[in-house]
T-cell receptor
């Protein structure tokens, strides 16, 4: 079992719709959770982070965390063509106390269809 | 505030050579992590430095090493290069603080090609 699993996609979503990206992780000791967006040929860009169970909203983005189910998701509302990218889920056993190491999923490729 | 910078951006080396990559973190960040990204393996953790000390190390051979200086700048070195070392090497910096957070911000990366 991979430590962090994501559907590789591609996931195609019409412009203006909601894109839903999912991620599961195996390490119950994971403390902090991140979503990165990576455009082709570029480095990952942090778009959301979440530490506690529940939802966290930032603009068009909502991250959801369920530690009991070891599940984290990202919702993108009102999807735009510029949202087309690979989305990487990352988990960290550390939380600022040390042991800072991001473990990444393989990424979901998202395409927004105009 | 300036972001994470990495130099050089591109490198071409031949098998057996060694290479040194440099990373300057965001001002005030004391934690620097290094990752390797390849199409086959994705993003994999190499090591993390905090206040000049290596705190974490990933599952890479000893040919991969690093260090951090007192100004938090970091270098990583790969000796005896192999074809499989061709990858995008990414540096990320973080406050790594229990109160202020531990988000990691990536630099643009160094694209290493080994011939």
């Amino acid at each position: 079992q991979k430590e962090v699993e994501q559907n590789s996609g591609p996931l195609s979503v019409p412009e203006g719709a909601i894109a839903s990206l999912n991620c599961t992780y195996s390490d119950r000791g994971s403390q902090s959770f991140f979503w990165y967006r990576q455009y082709s040929g570029k480095s990952p860009e942090l778009i959301m982070f979440i530490y506690s169970n529940g939802d966290k909203e930032d603009g068009r983005f909502t991250a959801q965390l369920n530690k009991a189910s070891q599940y984290v998701s990202l919702l993108i509302r009102d999807s735009q063509p510029s949202d087309s990218a690979t989305y990487l889920c990352a988990v960290n056993r550390g939380s600022g106390f040390g042991n800072e190491k991001l473990t990444f999923g393989t990424g979901t490729r998202l395409t927004i269809i105009p | 505030k300036a972001g994470v910078t990495q130099t050089p951006r591109y490198l071409i080396k031949t098998r057996g050579q060694q290479v040194t990559l440099s990373c300057s973190p965001i001002s005030g960040h004391r934690s620097v992590s290094w990752y390797q990204q390849t199409p086959g393996q994705g993003l994999q953790f190499l090591f993390e430095y905090f206040s000049e000390t290596q705190r974490n190390k990933g599952n890479f051979p000893g040919r991969f090493s690093g260090r951090q200086f007192s100004n938090s700048r970091s270098e990583m070195n790969v000796s005896t290069l192999e074809l499989g070392d061709s990858a995008l090497y990414l540096c990320a910096s973080s406050l790594a603080d229990r109160v202020l957070g531990n988000e990691q911000f990536f630099g643009p990366g160094t694209r290493l090609t080994v011939l």
